[in-house]
């Protein structure tokens, strides 16, 4: 299984991104999905989560500001990151919890995209 992260970017303040993140390889189905941020010395934390019916939860600094969704048929995850602030620079992951069969499942990271929002 692998995670391929893609659309990260330099940004104004104010400015928007699009996050994608393709799930590939052994995969019956996929439950949770995310996408997690560490800014450099911070702590990676995660910025939102999206369970496979469409349940979705945020970080509190983000809430109203980022969407994230998910294209089951794609195996797709994706975060709209809109009004961005300069104190959204960090590297993004994206994480998926996959089952390979009906008994069998791991959790996977992709690799990171860095966003850079300017001042």
């Known amino acids: 299984v692998q995670l391929q992260a893609s659309g990260g970017g330099l940004v104004q303040a104010g400015g928007s991104l699009r996050l994608s993140c393709v799930v590939s390889g052994r995969i019956f189905s996929i439950n949770d999905m995310g996408w997690y941020r560490q800014a450099p010395g911070k702590e990676r934390e995660l910025v939102a989560g999206?369970?496979?019916?469409?349940?979705?939860r945020y970080t509190d600094s983000v809430k109203g500001r980022f969407t994230i969704s998910r294209d089951n048929a794609k195996n797709t995850v994706y975060l709209q990151m809109n009004s961005l602030k300069p104190e959204d620079t960090a590297v993004y992951s994206c994480?998926?919890?996959?089952?390979?069969?009906?008994?069998?499942?791991?959790?996977?990271w992709g690799q990171g995209t860095l966003v850079t929002v300017s001042s």
């Open positions: 994480n998926a919890f996959v089952n390979r069969n009906r008994y069998v499942g791991s959790s996977y």
């Open positions: 999206i369970i496979s019916d469409g349940t979705t």
